[in-house]
């Protein structure tokens, strides 16, 4: 099963901004329906606060395993697998036989996956300043840059983005 990453982060790091996205890019959920539907059976992890910042048309995400991480027990979701730990959420994804599991954030699981995944796939959006929630620090000395889509604002995209796929050397 591969294990992937993805993330819109502006070019101080920011990811969030009062539990919700700082900006509007329509271009850039595209690309995550698309990568983390793909062709296979996949599962998307993600913490219970990012869970909650889903709107109600988009929870759960479709076509995808959801699996929430949460420190409380008792936290359910109809439609979402439980994860208490990390390997829990793996054991999740593996258990149902998904061909890629996506970490899909927010800072909290971002930080817990980042040394367990092969690829981290990036959009930074060019602006600063986003938010109050910040991607994890981050050493890309041992990761590759592979750049593959520069876009422009637009009527639908608030910012200038660039679509770069991480790998682990
Ligand atoms: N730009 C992007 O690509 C992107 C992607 C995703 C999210 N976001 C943004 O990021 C923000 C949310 O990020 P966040 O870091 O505040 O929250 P988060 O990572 O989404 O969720 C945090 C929650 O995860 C659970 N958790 C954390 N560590 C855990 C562990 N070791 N074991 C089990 N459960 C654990 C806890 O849930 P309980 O409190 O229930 O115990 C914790 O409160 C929002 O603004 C969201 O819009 C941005």
Known sequence: MKMAMI??????GCIGNQGTLPWRLKSDMARFKTLTESD?????IM??????????AFRPLPE???IVMSRDSEWSAEDADTALYDGRAIEIAYA???DECWVI????IYSMFLERVEEVHVT???TSGS???KFPEWDRNTWAEEVVEKLAADEDNAFATTYSIWRKL
């Open 40 to 44: 296979g059976f996949n599962a998307v």
């Open 131 to 133: 938010g109050d929630v």
């Open 96 to 98: 149902e036989a998904c």
């Open 47 to 56: 913490g219970r606060k990012t869970w909650d910042s889903l709107p109600d």
């Open 7 to 12: 993330v819109a982060m502006d070019e101080d």
């Open 124 to 126: 930074t959006v060019h």
């Open 105 to 108: 954030g927010g800072a909290q």
């Open 64 to 66: 995808r395993v959801n």
